[in-house]
């Protein structure tokens, strides 16, 4: 049973950092972990991705320059380091992982998901 636990969402001000973290059971040597967000009324889109079997990564073009993902192997754990956030950041932020795929950024790929967190970037 592939479990994955997001921890580290909260309410920050515009302009402020959050660190989020995605605990996860060790899965197999190739797969991939993403960052998915959801605000309310709108579809789930793809924030950033890390690849376990080469560390390749993804940003979308709404996070780029502002968000940082990245692994620590010993813990399993997939960090997303957030800074210089927005009101538009503020969504639900689910972490996945895709495990048919050593890399993918489709959210149809993700097989296993979490509960998620939620962030509110807000004044």
């Known amino acids: 049973q592939v479990q994955l636990v997001e921890s580290g969402g909260g309410l920050v001000q515009p302009g402020g950092s959050l660190r989020l973290s995605c605990a996860h059971s060790?899965?197999?040597?190739?797969?991939?972990i993403g960052w998915f967000r959801q605000a309310p009324g709108k579809e789930r889109e793809v924030v950033s991705c890390i690849s376990v079997g080469n560390d390749n990564t993804y940003y979308s073009d709404s996070v780029k320059g502002r968000f940082t993902i990245s692994r620590d192997r010993a813990q399993s754990t997939v960090d997303l380091q957030m800074t210089s956030l927005k009101p538009e950041d503020s969504a639900v932020y689910y972490c996945?992982?895709?495990?048919?795929?050593?890399?993918?950024?489709?959210?149809?790929?993700?097989?296993?998901w979490g509960q998620g967190t939620q962030v509110t970037v807000s004044s």
């Open positions: 060790r899965l197999s040597l190739n797969y991939a």
């Open positions: 996945a992982a895709a495990l048919s795929t050593g890399w993918s950024t489709r959210d149809a790929d993700f097989g296993a």
